[in-house]
């Protein structure tokens, strides 16, 4: 198609005027992404998630491409058939009915309609499968995200009960009935499960962001 740029040019502008036009991404809504469920997620990320959005784009350039080669090979013989072009000197209407004829005799339109619609397929193809690989994706941070919260859950309780542990045995050294060792210990504990909590909860941040990434939201 690229050798006739003229032609291909009025072909594509008309196209865009009068076909549709692929829409742009869409405004990510507001979505309350701590409580967002599996199939929300999946639902968010069909719609809004870049590798998706790419894809679709490719597909909808092929479908233009298709479409201008069609057109080309429709144009072709119509204007073959009539040898004057009122819009063009002499010299240039016959230059062009003369390529005209020629991409006709070569058979061109049909072999680049061909690889348009090969094109087409492979841009298809390849939207099924970012679409797979969004799902699983989603799946995936998902299914982390409900982990690193429930880790962060054992991990509270761990500390409240280190908390109450070192309570008591501060009332007992206190009272005179328990020793310095044991509430060292308890100390320690609370340390150790405090250090435990927030390693949990950056854990569970980041799968919250890995979320968000993977749907094709902005993060907070």
């Known amino acids: 198609m690229r050798e006739h740029p003229l032609w291909l040019a009025v072909i594509v502008v008309t196209l865009a005027l009068g ?13 309350d992404h701590a409580t967002v469920t599996l199939e929300d997620a999946v639902a968010l990320a069909l719609e809004h998630a870049p590798k998706l959005q790419e894809a679709r784009a490719k597909v909808a350039l092929a479908r233009l491409d298709v479409r201008a080669t069609r057109w080309w090979q ?22 062009v009915a003369l390529s ?13 309609a061909e690889a348009a619609d090969i094109g087409l397929a492979q ?17 995936r941070a998902v299914f982390h995200r409900t982990a ?26 206190d009272y005179g009935t328990g020793d310095l060792a044991p509430l060292l210990h308890a ?14 909860q ?9 979320l968000r990434r993977a749907i094709g939201l902005p993060g907070s």
């Not at 076909?19 to 507001?30: D, L, Q, S, T």
């Not at 005209?100 to 680049?112: H, I, T, V, W, Y």
């Not at 841009?123 to 799946?139: N, P």
């Open 74 to 95: 429709w144009l072709v013989p119509s204007l073959s058939a009539h040898q004057g072009f009122d819009f063009l000197a002499g010299q240039e209407r016959a230059a």
């Open 187 to 200: 100390e320690a504990a609370v340390a150790c499960a405090g250090l435990e909590l927030l390693t949990g």
């Open 19 to 31: 076909g549709r036009v692929p829409p742009g991404a869409a405004e990510p809504p507001a979505v």
């Open 123 to 139: 841009a298809e193809r390849a939207l099924a499968v970012a679409r797979a690989e969004v799902i699983a994706e989603v799946t």
């Open 202 to 210: 950056q854990e569970a941040a980041l799968a919250e962001l890995a």
């Open 148 to 173: 690193t919260r429930a880790a962060v859950e054992v991990r509270e309780a761990a500390l409240a009960q280190a908390m109450k542990l070192r309570a008591l045995e501060t009332i007992r050294f």
């Open 100 to 112: 005209l004829d020629l991409s006709k005799f070569l058979g061109k339109g049909a072999r680049e």
